[in-house]
């Protein structure tokens, strides 16, 4: 049943163990941990001064990932298994363990992290899940410089787009989807994601992600209902491994792997706008669309998720701003709250269609088996009658099933061995008898001397084509047999005999989640009326004495006294941390503007102004995939020369499009518009359209003739230009009337110009 009971994202938070080097520092520990109170608190290097934080959990450094799973992983897990969205995302300063945490070393076993223990769980559950049929997915992506990339691809490199569906929310189109059976198949599945990752080593990390990544593993679970009828729910678990945040100083990044920096900088900046946005109960709207990671996990954060965040610090006196940042954010996201409810009977579960198609196959295999031999080879029978149509269908579910992995183990499969082998012993059986009749009209036929040659002949072809058509319907019957065999064992069942153990260990460890549940509640209550508490000593009392009022009124004023020192020290520390942040973005901006000013430079030089405008009239900004668009782009530029060339591969080493020109060899501009009325042209000094395949060839002094008359090669600056939606030009440059007149005397450059411009 649907549950509409709000709740709070969990917030847990995890310190790792000092490293090697910090040992070898002999770096100071600011970081103390209160387990059974869920305490945190950061000291101030070289000083007393702590910072203190109460959150659902904390694990210290001598956490073993196994107990970390035991409450974190595994309570969303088992509510996955009955039909919920969970996601357990971590998040932190690069080099704190989010990595560890989410993924762990391959080996040993023990230091698995939160997505490999995921894996067991699941498939225990599937083993355990009597009378209830499952279908089980896994998708790997990750997000890289704002691009979403399928881990799982033989092309991981290729961008995905986002979209918007009506119903299901955010998806990512053609992502893919794997079906798997058992544990070590979602094991494949992760390693061949984790070998596809962008990582690169850094000052603070030899191994740090580049990118955020989402491991999720679908669950569909039919079961059928006490009104008789199958229901289909479906549990999504998102595991998230973000890329972390840092700062260019400490982590020495250059080059590209400081553009990703600021890309994964400005995606977590996005995602603590939307955690404020959540947690403001002025603010209604949400900034999800700022960034690809907020958009994707959009429903983990105020949706239909039942979340946990991990955040991740590190113990050491050196990233005290980092780590007291890390736990303000974590605080502000203990505030949100999300709607978890049970997905159920939604439209386009695949194991209905699965179970549908495995009905229908049943069904066809039944009638053949009961039609008997003769059946598959009835005389006459026309084509697309009921054999043909089958065959389309098992096409479209090898179509469904096609990205399935290697299997490893069957749970159980729906269709039982008996069965298999009476169906196979039938074919068999046809087979024998096929043969049989055949030999026996083959004698007849010979035992008749005085028929003609001729017609003897006749009846032997038929008799062949009459076998030859059996055995076709044979094979095909093997066929749809192996299909059904296949698409059974994509859905796995649930062992009919749970054993005792197994259903106590179970229901203890249930017992056992409840029971951490109720103290997590326990705690946000007791958080709530100590605030309540300080609330009340703002509220008039009646005293019974003078010196009781001067008592208490003392004690109350120290106690504002402290919290006014408290919150003096508080809006330091955010000033402090709004003023680095600013430092960072600034850093950012400067970074930005840097690529801005090449841009605009290769603008300036080398595309004629009016051209440019062209360009910036005909592009408009797509909303949904947060690109700029130009219709016909395929037909422009660069990827026209392109083009080109490919049509020069005939061999005589004449250009493929130069077929079309005029007399003296170049290309009639006129006949190529017609021919693609799209095409944009490339640009030479005198003016003319002319292809950009079709340019000069280089002079023998090595430069290209448009070099040598041009004089000025490509360096006319055109300052002070107000391009109509050109952004980021104007700031750069002010008005220069010598400009101008450079201008003019400016050979025109190769750029892009639509066809049929005239100048
Ligand atoms: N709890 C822990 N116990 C033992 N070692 C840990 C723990 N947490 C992290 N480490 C070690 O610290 C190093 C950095 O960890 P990891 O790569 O997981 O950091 P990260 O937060 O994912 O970094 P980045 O954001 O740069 O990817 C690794 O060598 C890892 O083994």
Same mark, same amino acid.
């Given at each position: 049943m649907a549950d509409d009971k709000r709740e709070c994202v969990k917030v847990v938070i995890r310190c790792r163990p000092l490293s090697g080097q910090e040992k070898i520092d002999n770096r100071e520990k600011i970081v103390d941990m209160v387990v059974k109170d869920g305490a945190v608190s950061v000291r101030r290097p070289g000083t007393q001064d702590c910072k203190n934080f109460t959150f659902d959990a904390v694990y210290d450094e001598h956490t073993i990932q196994g107990d970390f799973y035991e409450h974190t992983g595994y309570p969303i897990v088992e509510s996955v298994?009955?039909?919920?969205?969970?996601?357990?995302?971590?998040?932190? #300063?690069?080099?704190?363990?989010?990595?560890?945490?989410?993924?762990?070393?391959? #080996?040993?076993?023990?230091?698995?992290?939160?997505?490999?223990r995921t894996f067991a769980h699941i498939f225990r559950n599937v083993d355990c899940g009597q009378n209830k049929k499952f279908l089980v997915r896994a998708s790997y992506l990750e997000i890289y410089n704002e691009e979403i990339r399928d881990l799982l691809s033989k092309n991981p490199k290729q961008k995905l787009e986002l979209k918007d569906h009506p119903e299901g929310g955010v998806f990512v189109k053609d992502l893919t989807n794997m079906i798997v059976k058992g544990a070590p198949d979602l094991q494949q599945v992760m390693e061949v994601g984790q070998k596809n990752r962008s990582v690169a080593s850094t000052l603070m990390n030899n191994e740090s992600s580049r990118s955020h990544s989402i491991f999720t593993i679908t669950v569909e679970i039919l079961e059928q209902g006490i009104d008789g009828q199958d229901h289909i729910r479906v549990g999504k678990m998102?595991?998230?491994?973000?890329?972390?945040?840092?700062? #260019?100083?400490?982590?020495?990044?250059?080059?590209?792997?400081?553009?990703?920096?600021?890309?994964?900088?400005?995606?977590?900046?996005?995602?603590?706008?939307?955690?404020?946005?959540?947690?403001?109960?002025?603010?209604?709207?949400?900034?999800?669309?700022?960034?690809?990671?907020?958009?994707?996990?959009?429903?983990?954060?105020?949706g239909n998720t039942k979340t946990v965040m991990c955040a991740c610090i590190g113990p050491v006196d050196y990233n005290f701003d980092e780590t007291l940042s890390t736990l303000r954010y974590a605080s502000r996201a203990k505030s949100i709250k999300n709607k978890p409810r049970i997905n159920e009977d939604p439209k386009d579960a695949m194991i209905r269609e699965f179970q549908d198609e495995i009905t229908r196959l049943k069904m066809k295999l039944q009638e053949r088996a009961n039609a008997g031999p003769g059946s598959p080879i009835r005389p006459g029978a026309a084509p697309g009658e009921p054999e043909v149509i089958v065959e389309k269908e098992v096409v479209e579910v090898e179509k469904i099933v096609e990205k399935e992995v290697v299997v490893q183990k069957v749970v159980q499969s729906g269709i039982t061995e008996e069965e298999v082998q009476r169906i196979q012993w039938q074919v068999e059986q046809e087979r024998a008898q096929i043969e049989m009749a055949v030999e026996a009209e083959r004698q007849a036929i010979e035992a008749q001397k005085e028929m003609a040659d001729q017609e003897k002949q006749q009846l032997l072809e038929a008799l062949e084509e009459k076998q030859r058509s059996r055995e076709e319907k044979a094979q095909q019957q093997e066929k749809m047999l192996q299909q059904l065999k296949a698409m059974e064992e994509k859905m796995l069942v649930g062992s009919q005999v749970m054993e005792k153990a197994m259903q106590q260990e179970a229901d203890l460890r249930k017992a056992a989640v409840e029971v951490e549940e109720k103290k997590r509640l326990e705690q946000r209550m007791q958080e709530e009326l100590e605030q309540q508490q300080e609330d009340k000593l703002n509220l008039e009392e009646k005293y019974a004495s003078t010196e009781e009022q001067v008592q208490k009124m003392t004690s109350k004023l120290e106690k504002l006294w402290n919290r006014h020192k408290q919150t003096q020290q508080e809006v330091q520390d955010l000033q402090h941390e709004f003023q680095t942040e600013r430092e960072d973005m600034l850093e950012t901006i400067r970074d930005l503007r840097k690529e801005v000013k090449l841009v605009c430079l290769t603008i300036e030089n080398f595309i004629p102004l009016e051209h440019y405008q062209q360009i910036v009239e005909r592009a408009h900004y797509d909303e949904s995939s947060d690109e700029w668009v130009i219709n016909n782009i395929d037909l422009a530029g660069n990827r026209v020369r392109r083009r080109g060339r490919i049509l020069d591969d005939d061999g005589d080493g004449r250009h493929g499009m130069r077929r079309t020109g005029q007399a003296d060899g170049s290309?009639?501009?006129?006949?190529?518009?017609?021919?693609?009325?799209?095409?944009y042209f490339a640009y030479t000094e005198d003016g003319g359209a002319q292809r950009a395949e079709t340019r000069p060839a280089p002079a023998k002094n090595g430069k290209s003739q448009r070099m040598k008359s041009a004089g000025r090669p490509g360096t006319a600056s055109r300052k002070g230009r107000a391009v109509?939606?050109?952004?980021?030009?104007n700031f750069l440059h002010s008005p220069d009337p010598e400009e101008a007149e450079a201008e003019a005397a400016f050979p025109k450059a190769r750029g892009l110009v639509r066809a049929g411009y005239q100048g």
């Amino acid at each position: 049943m649907a549950d509409d009971k709000r709740e709070c994202v969990k917030v847990v938070i995890r310190c790792r163990p000092l490293s090697g080097q910090e040992k070898i520092d002999n770096r100071e520990k600011i970081v103390d941990m209160v387990v059974k109170d869920g305490a945190v608190s950061v000291r101030r290097p070289g000083t007393q001064d702590c910072k203190n934080f109460t959150f659902d959990a904390v694990y210290d450094e001598h956490t073993i990932q196994g107990d970390f799973y035991e409450h974190t992983g595994y309570p969303i897990v088992e509510s996955v298994m009955d039909g919920y969205n969970g996601t357990v995302f971590a998040y932190g #300063q690069t080099g704190t363990g989010k990595t560890h945490t989410m993924v762990g070393p391959a #080996q040993p076993e023990e230091l698995h992290g939160v997505i490999p223990r995921t894996f067991a769980h699941i498939f225990r559950n599937v083993d355990c899940g009597q009378n209830k049929k499952f279908l089980v997915r896994a998708s790997y992506l990750e997000i890289y410089n704002e691009e979403i990339r399928d881990l799982l691809s033989k092309n991981p490199k290729q961008k995905l787009e986002l979209k918007d569906h009506p119903e299901g929310g955010v998806f990512v189109k053609d992502l893919t989807n794997m079906i798997v059976k058992g544990a070590p198949d979602l094991q494949q599945v992760m390693e061949v994601g984790q070998k596809n990752r962008s990582v690169a080593s850094t000052l603070m990390n030899n191994e740090s992600s580049r990118s955020h990544s989402i491991f999720t593993i679908t669950v569909e679970i039919l079961e059928q209902g006490i009104d008789g009828q199958d229901h289909i729910r479906v549990g999504k678990m998102n595991m998230v491994d973000l890329a972390g945040s840092e700062r #260019q100083s400490k982590t020495g990044a250059t080059g590209d792997t400081l553009k990703e920096a600021t890309k994964i900088n400005m995606s977590l900046s996005a995602l603590g706008n939307v955690i404020s946005a959540l947690i403001d109960s002025k603010t209604s709207f949400v900034p999800y669309r700022d960034s690809k990671l907020t958009r994707l996990l959009q429903d983990s954060l105020g949706g239909n998720t039942k979340t946990v965040m991990c955040a991740c610090i590190g113990p050491v006196d050196y990233n005290f701003d980092e780590t007291l940042s890390t736990l303000r954010y974590a605080s502000r996201a203990k505030s949100i709250k999300n709607k978890p409810r049970i997905n159920e009977d939604p439209k386009d579960a695949m194991i209905r269609e699965f179970q549908d198609e495995i009905t229908r196959l049943k069904m066809k295999l039944q009638e053949r088996a009961n039609a008997g031999p003769g059946s598959p080879i009835r005389p006459g029978a026309a084509p697309g009658e009921p054999e043909v149509i089958v065959e389309k269908e098992v096409v479209e579910v090898e179509k469904i099933v096609e990205k399935e992995v290697v299997v490893q183990k069957v749970v159980q499969s729906g269709i039982t061995e008996e069965e298999v082998q009476r169906i196979q012993w039938q074919v068999e059986q046809e087979r024998a008898q096929i043969e049989m009749a055949v030999e026996a009209e083959r004698q007849a036929i010979e035992a008749q001397k005085e028929m003609a040659d001729q017609e003897k002949q006749q009846l032997l072809e038929a008799l062949e084509e009459k076998q030859r058509s059996r055995e076709e319907k044979a094979q095909q019957q093997e066929k749809m047999l192996q299909q059904l065999k296949a698409m059974e064992e994509k859905m796995l069942v649930g062992s009919q005999v749970m054993e005792k153990a197994m259903q106590q260990e179970a229901d203890l460890r249930k017992a056992a989640v409840e029971v951490e549940e109720k103290k997590r509640l326990e705690q946000r209550m007791q958080e709530e009326l100590e605030q309540q508490q300080e609330d009340k000593l703002n509220l008039e009392e009646k005293y019974a004495s003078t010196e009781e009022q001067v008592q208490k009124m003392t004690s109350k004023l120290e106690k504002l006294w402290n919290r006014h020192k408290q919150t003096q020290q508080e809006v330091q520390d955010l000033q402090h941390e709004f003023q680095t942040e600013r430092e960072d973005m600034l850093e950012t901006i400067r970074d930005l503007r840097k690529e801005v000013k090449l841009v605009c430079l290769t603008i300036e030089n080398f595309i004629p102004l009016e051209h440019y405008q062209q360009i910036v009239e005909r592009a408009h900004y797509d909303e949904s995939s947060d690109e700029w668009v130009i219709n016909n782009i395929d037909l422009a530029g660069n990827r026209v020369r392109r083009r080109g060339r490919i049509l020069d591969d005939d061999g005589d080493g004449r250009h493929g499009m130069r077929r079309t020109g005029q007399a003296d060899g170049s290309p009639d501009p006129v006949a190529m518009m017609n021919e693609r009325p799209n095409v944009y042209f490339a640009y030479t000094e005198d003016g003319g359209a002319q292809r950009a395949e079709t340019r000069p060839a280089p002079a023998k002094n090595g430069k290209s003739q448009r070099m040598k008359s041009a004089g000025r090669p490509g360096t006319a600056s055109r300052k002070g230009r107000a391009v109509k939606g050109a952004v980021g030009t104007n700031f750069l440059h002010s008005p220069d009337p010598e400009e101008a007149e450079a201008e003019a005397a400016f050979p025109k450059a190769r750029g892009l110009v639509r066809a049929g411009y005239q100048g």
